[in-house]
């Protein structure tokens, strides 16, 4: 039984944007996205000179384009940290995923974009990697080979798990259940548990 989140939460609420999509991005981590829809695109914009920040969440129903859909109540919030606009009407973007968020209530403006009320989870605290779950950091560590992140925190079981379950093929159901967890050493034993049955 995963451990959800609970009893985590930065005092008050505020208003976010959401980006519902078919992938989750994790704290810590960079996801490219390619922005046309006409919603987004002022969401971007916005975005940009405000220096504000959105939700990343996956889909529950619906699908990423035309009405909105229906996201998972936990999700990412990210920041833009790379840009550009190749022609009128696409933004090529990269984010970075700043922390989890609840969304308690959500509904479209007038425009189809997601506006929810969020309660910031605390971040988890950091812990060693313990030594029967070595087996991730080695995997990690391969994976990321030379597109290794500047900064790397493989001794981190927080940081490990994350990165571990982005590029992992999981379903969007799994990754889901990883993002909501809050206990980063039961996270690792779950991935610990898929890589020792498809890594040979």
Known sequence: MLKK????????????????????????????LKVFEQRYLDLIKTCLAKESTFGICGIREGSEVGEPAVPYEVGTEVRIVEWDMPQTGIFHIVVEGVGRYVARNWQANSQGLLMAQIETVSNEAECPVPDELRLCVQVLKHAMGKAAQTETHYANAVWVGYRLAEILPFGLKVKQDLLEMNDSIMRLRIIDQFLRKTVR
């Open 5 to 32: 989140l609970g009893g985590l939460f930065a005092s008050g609420t505020r208003e976010l944007p959401l980006f519902p999509l078919s992938s989750i991005v994790f704290p810590g981590g960079h996801m490219p």
